[in-house]
């Protein structure tokens, strides 16, 4: 690798635009972008269409031709996409803005690279409005104005008139999104790590549910052109990118800003994706869900791998339905990705209620038990009747007496409760189905979890946080958070103890098991203790 790829690689810097790219853009005529009210489009009639009907045609079609359901998603809260021309990049964009389609949001924060003037921490612009084809784009003064008191953020505003990073994303918005947001812009240069901390802290309190997060980024730029030979570019070059691109991947999908940095600085990536992925890593809550939607190399395209680019989009889930506009934030969460208040305590406490009445029923039916449950069922709140993995645990004097549960979020909570405490009571096989003597004296305690995450490395299993999924060789097993801190393990001795439960060697997760995480609410709290 070359020096000037190991110094850009080292500061989450990008790397030069190439043959793919379109050439140096020029201001137009005494145009110090510093000082234009709106920032003109650069980018039409080469990158994409200068004509508003040709770009909404291209636009359009791109969004209906995307693999992937036809309709938005409310959950998706953040996207990252590449940032080629539309030729070469945006059917993959397209994967990702077409779930997003007639969505409502205050806000999006765009978080891109700086590919042409350096920029020292992050930049901001000083223009009020960005300009396209399909009109103008009014930037958020107010969170512009409250970020610009901040010393991280130094850049020069000057990055934002020449940057395709941003600009290229517009049109999508504008298409794929219903009338009403601002842009809050954002150019990434390089930072150190704890830069990258700070600088997530700080745009964090924008990042509500009216904000959607946009991360523009490509991942490998392969070839002579981009000084970045890290294999031949033979046969084998094409599944060596990928394998490439999705190690990157890998970890943005556990949300490991440190293990994207390492991973930049172990295999010299040049993705410019990469240093504002570290912020969206940062800016994840803990339980998101990352999806990858769409992927090509721009050598599919050409034939020739001699000089490559590498696309990915990926969608980023958390938070709940709200009122399926992305304003409101009362929804519950899906899977409790992301918010850990939902359900409410309230909530937990009426699934409780759920859960005793539904291992009464089983242990001891009657028709008095039947219409009560009955009555719960119907009379759920809304908040408990999105779907959640969940668990449901009966003791018996402190004793375990049954625990059987879902990880997969697949039906609504409220039912999903009744069936796994009806299951618990009657056919937990490592005990007899429960009598209806003991129902009076058993505890039943209520688990709701988080959507399950890949764990980077086990060294980030956090004990007493983290409950933690093992499988491998077609096998698994599951404890829930509070299993290491009750028995006293530590992370390699409640991994040797779970690969055991699912039949496995007692080392067998060092090595080609799949780890994945998540958390859980637990009801009712005393029990937890």
Same mark, same amino acid.
């Given at each position: 690798?070359?020096?000037?790829?190991?110094?850009?690689?080292?500061?989450?810097?990008?790397?030069?635009?190439?043959?793919?790219?379109?050439?140096?853009?020029?201001?137009?005529?005494?145009?110090?972008?510093?000082?234009?009210?709106?920032?003109?489009?650069?980018?039409?009639?080469?990158?994409?269409?200068?004509?508003?009907?040709?770009?909404?045609?291209?636009?359009?079609?791109?969004?209906?031709?995307?693999?992937?359901?036809?309709?938005?998603?409310?959950?998706?809260?953040?996207?990252?996409?590449?940032?080629?021309?539309?030729?070469?990049?945006?059917?993959?964009?397209?994967?990702?803005?077409?779930?997003?389609?007639?969505?409502?949001?205050?806000?999006?924060?765009?978080?891109?690279?700086?590919?042409?003037?350096?920029?020292?921490?992050?930049?901001?612009?000083?223009?009020?409005?960005?300009?396209?084809?399909?009109?103008?784009? @009014?930037? +958020?003064?107010? *969170?512009?104005? %409250? &970020? !610009?008191?901040?010393? =991280?953020?130094?850049?020069?505003?000057? #990055?934002? /008139?020449?940057?395709?990073?941003?600009?290229?994303?517009?049109?999508?918005?504008?298409?794929?999104?219903?009338?009403?947001?601002?842009?809050?812009?954002?150019?990434?240069?390089?930072?150190?790590?704890?830069?990258?901390?700070?600088?997530?802290?700080?745009?964090?309190?924008?990042?509500?549910?009216?904000?959607?997060?946009?991360?523009?980024?490509?991942?490998?730029?392969?070839?002579?052109?981009?000084?970045?030979?890290?294999? @031949?570019? +033979?046969?084998? *070059?094409?599944? %060596? &990118? !990928?394998?490439?691109? =999705?190690?990157?991947?890998?970890?943005? #999908?556990? /949300?490991?800003?440190?293990?994207?940095?390492?991973?930049?600085?172990?295999?010299?990536?040049?993705?410019?994706?990469?240093?504002?992925?570290?912020?969206?890593?940062?800016?994840?809550?803990?339980?998101?869900?990352?999806?990858?939607?769409?992927?090509?190399?721009?050598?599919?395209?050409?034939?020739?791998?001699?000089?490559?680019?590498?696309?990915?989009?990926?969608?980023?889930?958390?938070?709940?339905?709200?009122?399926?506009?992305?304003?409101?934030?009362?929804?519950?969460?899906?899977?409790?990705?992301?918010?850990?208040?939902?359900?409410?305590?309230?909530?937990?406490?009426?699934?409780?209620?759920?859960?005793?009445?539904?291992?009464?029923?089983?242990?001891?039916?009657?028709?008095?038990?039947?219409?009560?449950?009955?009555?719960?069922?119907?009379?759920?709140?809304?908040?408990?009747?999105?779907?959640?993995?969940?668990?449901?645990?009966?003791?018996?004097?402190?004793?375990?007496?049954?625990?059987?549960?879902?990880?997969?979020?697949?039906?609504?909570?409220?039912?999903?409760?009744?069936?796994?405490?009806?299951?618990?009571?009657?056919?937990?096989?490592?005990?007899?189905?429960?009598?209806?003597?003991?129902?009076?004296?058993?505890?039943?305690?209520?688990?709701?979890?988080?959507?399950?995450?890949?764990?980077?490395?086990?060294?980030?299993?956090?004990?007493?946080?983290?409950?933690?999924?093992?499988?491998?060789?077609?096998?698994?097993?599951?404890?829930?958070?509070?299993?290491?801190?009750?028995?006293?393990?530590?992370?390699?001795?409640?991994?040797?103890?779970?690969?055991?439960?699912?039949?496995?060697?007692?080392?067998?997760?060092?090595?080609?098991?799949?780890?994945?995480?998540?958390?859980?609410?637990?009801?009712?709290?005393?029990?937890?203790?």
């Amino acid at each position: 690798m070359s020096a000037w790829s190991r110094r850009n690689v080292a500061r989450g810097g990008v790397a030069l635009v190439g043959a793919l790219i379109a050439p140096l853009l020029l201001l137009a005529p005494g145009g110090d972008p510093g000082a234009a009210e709106t920032r003109p489009a650069a980018l039409q009639g080469t990158w994409y269409p200068r004509e508003p009907a040709s770009l909404i045609r291209q636009v359009d079609d791109l969004l209906g031709e995307a693999g992937g359901p036809a309709s938005s998603d409310h959950r998706v809260r953040a996207i990252l996409v590449p940032h080629a021309a539309y030729r070469w990049s945006g059917e993959t964009a397209a994967a990702a803005y077409r779930l997003l389609r007639g969505r409502s949001f205050e806000r999006v924060l765009l978080l891109g690279p700086s590919h042409r003037v350096a920029v020292a921490g992050a930049s901001l612009p000083t223009e009020i409005a960005f300009e396209t084809p399909l009109g103008t784009v @009014p930037i +958020d003064g107010e *969170a512009v104005a %409250r &970020l !610009r008191s901040e010393p =991280l953020f130094r850049g020069s505003p000057e #990055a934002h /008139g020449l940057e395709h990073a941003v600009e290229v994303q517009l049109p999508f918005l504008q298409r794929a999104l219903a009338p009403g947001w601002r842009l809050l812009p954002v150019l990434v240069g390089g930072l150190e790590t704890a830069e990258v901390e700070t600088l997530a802290n700080h745009l964090r309190p924008l990042v509500g549910d009216a904000t959607l997060v946009v991360v523009s980024g490509d991942f490998t730029h392969y070839g002579e052109t981009f000084d970045y030979l890290p294999f @031949p570019a +033979d046969d084998q *070059a094409a599944e %060596r &990118l !990928r394998e490439l691109d =999705l190690g990157l991947f890998r970890e943005l #999908a556990s /949300g490991n800003a440190a293990g994207l940095e390492e991973y930049g600085r172990r295999t010299g990536i040049t993705a410019c994706a990469l240093a504002p992925a570290r912020v969206l890593a940062q800016l994840m809550p803990p339980d998101a869900e990352v999806e990858r939607v769409g992927y090509r190399l721009s050598g599919e395209l050409t034939g020739d791998y001699r000089h490559s680019v590498s696309y990915l989009s990926a969608v980023v889930r958390w938070g709940g339905r709200g009122d399926g506009k992305g304003r409101s934030g009362e929804g519950s969460s899906a899977n409790g990705a992301g918010k850990t208040e939902r359900p409410s305590e309230a909530g937990l406490a009426y699934l409780q209620a759920l859960a005793a009445s539904a291992v009464e029923g089983a242990a001891a039916p009657d028709e008095a038990v039947k219409a009560r449950l009955a009555r719960l069922l119907e009379d759920a709140p809304a908040e408990l009747r999105d779907p959640y993995g969940v668990f449901v645990t009966l003791l018996d004097g402190g004793e375990l007496r049954g625990c059987v549960g879902t990880i997969k979020a697949t039906r609504p909570l409220h039912e999903a409760v009744v069936d796994v405490a009806t299951v618990a009571a009657l056919h937990d096989n490592r005990f007899p189905p429960v009598r209806r003597e003991e129902v009076s004296r058993l505890t039943v305690q209520v688990s709701v979890l988080s959507a399950p995450r890949p764990l980077g490395s086990w060294r980030d299993l956090e004990l007493g946080r983290h409950g933690v999924v093992l499988a491998k060789n077609g096998r698994s097993a599951v404890f829930l958070p509070e299993v290491a801190r009750e028995q006293g393990w530590g992370r390699e001795e409640t991994l040797s103890h779970l690969a055991v439960k699912a039949g496995l060697a007692a080392d067998a997760w060092r090595e080609g098991a799949q780890l994945s995480v998540f958390t859980s609410r637990r009801y009712p709290r005393e029990a937890a203790q």
